[in-house]
């Protein structure tokens, strides 16, 4: 990749997305005058402006995607998905535009192309192994079967940590399903998704199919009362996902929700430190910890408590900080208020006893003063009555719990409301096989930091995580109804 600065990412922005909605096939204006500033999360600066879309804009697009509905529904499954392929390959192509626009808007430093193309491609084939089962019937005069059929208009609420991601990994299936997208992306960070309808364009899916509609609050409360919409997705806080269900609970539509996390990594004294102990950091750096699935709870057995905390806060204290175009680990927070939240968590983790190891506040220098950062911390001595052994920070906030033995660890995994992901370091295999069991987690990893590694694992949450499942041959039923029917001839004999 060539390094350009702030000034010619912004006019790289502004040439490569349209600053309007994407609806019915087009780009159009706004209803309303508002407007979105986005921000490089690593100056404070301006990088682009989309509009604030309003009610007015989230039904035209639902319309739209009404309207296009029948026929792509209608359209063979196999060519359903030679169109997905298409985008994927699209995706492929413009892999380093896609990871560089994400970068800039989030504030994640650059680490190589974007990797979204697998994701539509590996759902593109199961488009067109969708199939229902036989029935056995009360006569042999008579057929019963199931058909799996899409529901029609889906509402897809993107968040601003990863928006390419979160936002193919909800898309693609729904569409591969045979329905119509409508898809609100965070105000925050709206451009990759933006990008990737315009890919999905250019890709051969027909006009309306798929809509991105830029906007805030009032955007995403018209999306999800819109008495149109039939399946609704939402990616994001556990507190808004309960807003959202209850605004589909109106108009009983079914709501799939991947929700916040307290991921624990679990430290025996037999764990390889050497493998753990980067991944554990890397997972935490990695988008400033601003990811569901970070492990943010290390849970580590009383033995191995010091030299633990020894060797994190050494890696700690040499992560290199920057923004998006930085030769860095660990970038900026999303925005200002995020930056504030994390240090408000921080500084009630020191007022109720934890101590702090590293980290705890805003880095100095100049570099830094202008963008949303904070430098990533360590707390030892948590205990499970503290805010930050149990609530989601979202930021680079690593805490320390201590444990006796296999029971209590997985007493502390499990011993909050949340259920995402679950990491275990031990060379015990026998271990290893019960804790995969007893964890309440929707993914488990046995001697591997971060999520990934199986091609198809399902992804979803237990309890307050959400519920489910995206990233597999599963994600495609989750956009599906089932109708039964029975097929008998006109003069048939009823036998029932």
Same mark, same amino acid.
């Given at each position: ?14 040439? /490569? ?5 994407? =609806?019915?096939?087009? $780009? ?15 100056? #404070?600066?301006? *990088? ?9 804009? =989230? ?38 535009? /896609? &990871? ?20 539509? *491609? ?26 799996? @059929? ?17 936002? !193919?990994?909800? !898309?693609?299936?729904? /569409? ?26 250019? &890709? ?34 556990? @507190?808004?996902?309960t807003r959202v269900m209850r605004a589909a609970a109106r108009n ?18 037999? &764990?390889? %430190? ?11 750096? $990695?988008? +400033? ?21 020894? +060797? ?20 900026? /927070? ?19 006893? +934890? ?23 360590? $707390?030892? #001595? ?20 201590? %444990? ?19 990491? +275990? ?29 199986? *091609? ?6 237990y309890k307050h995580s959400g519920f489910g499942r995206t990233m597999? &041959?599963?994600? *495609? ?20």
């Amino acid at each position: 990749m060539t390094a350009i600065n702030s000034t010619e990412a912004a006019a790289w922005v502004a040439g /490569l997305v349209s600053s309007s909605h994407l =609806i019915g096939g087009r $780009f159009v204006p706004s209803t309303g005058g508002a407007v979105i500033d986005v921000l490089d999360p690593g100056t #404070g600066r301006t *990088i682009g402006r989309v509009p604030d879309g309003t009610a007015e804009d =989230i039904d035209s697009a639902v319309t739209a995607a009404a309207e296009a509905f029948p026929a792509w529904r209608d359209l063979s499954a196999s060519r359903r998905a030679a169109v997905l392929h298409k985008w994927g390959t699209l995706c492929a192509e413009h892999a380093e535009d /896609l &990871a560089l626009l994400e970068c800039l808007e989030v504030g994640r430093p650059y680490q190589g192309p974007a990797s979204l193309s697998a994701r539509i *491609i590996f759902t593109a084939g199961q488009a067109d192994k969708l199939t229902g089962q036989s029935l056995p019937t009360t006569t042999p005069d008579r057929l019963a079967l199931t058909l799996r @059929e899409p529901f029609g208009v889906c509402g897809c609420i993107v968040p601003w940590n990863a928006p390419g991601a979160l936002m !193919v990994s909800v !898309v693609a299936p729904a /569409l591969a399903a045979g329905n119509s997208v409508v898809v609100k992306p965070a105000a925050d960070a709206p451009l990759t998704c933006l990008f990737l309808g315009e890919l999905a364009l250019r &890709a051969g899916l027909p006009p309306g199919v798929l809509n991105v509609v830029p906007g805030g609050a009032q955007a995403g409360a018209a999306l999800t009362a819109h008495p149109r919409v039939r399946h609704l997705s939402f990616t994001g806080s556990t @507190e808004t996902g309960t807003r959202v269900m209850r605004a589909a609970a109106r108009n009983l539509v079914p709501v799939h929700l991947e929700l916040g996390g307290k991921s624990p990594q679990i430290v025996f004294d037999d &764990a390889n %430190f050497a493998q753990a102990v980067p991944e554990i950091v890397r997972g935490l750096t $990695f988008n +400033a910890g601003q990811t569901c699935a970070a492990g943010t709870r290390v849970l580590v057995q009383r033995g191995s408590r010091e030299r633990l905390v020894e +060797a994190l806060a050494t890696a700690l204290a040499a992560t290199r900080l920057g923004g998006w175009d930085d030769e860095a680990d660990m970038g900026p /927070l999303i925005n200002r208020t995020q930056q504030e939240r994390v240090l408000e968590h921080i500084g009630a983790a020191r007022a109720e006893g +934890a101590r702090l190891v590293c980290g705890g506040d805003r880095p100095a220098g100049e570099r830094y003063e202008n963008g949303f950062f904070v430098a990533p911390t360590l $707390f030892d #001595g948590v205990d499970l009555a503290m805010r930050l052994a149990r609530e989601e920070v979202f930021g680079p906030v690593l805490a320390v719990l201590e %444990f006796d033995d296999m029971d209590e660890a997985v007493e502390i995994a499990n011993g909050t409301p949340f259920g995402l992901v679950a990491t +275990a370091w031990t060379a015990d295999l026998g271990k290893a096989v019960a804790l995969a069991r007893r964890l309440e987690a929707g993914q488990v990893h046995i001697n591997a930091g971060r999520p990934g590694g199986a *091609i198809g694992a399902p992804f979803g949450g237990y309890k307050h995580s959400g519920f489910g499942r995206t990233m597999s &041959a599963e994600s *495609i039923l989750e956009f599906t109804q089932v109708k039964s029917v029975v097929l008998a001839g006109a003069n048939g004999a009823c036998n029932g």
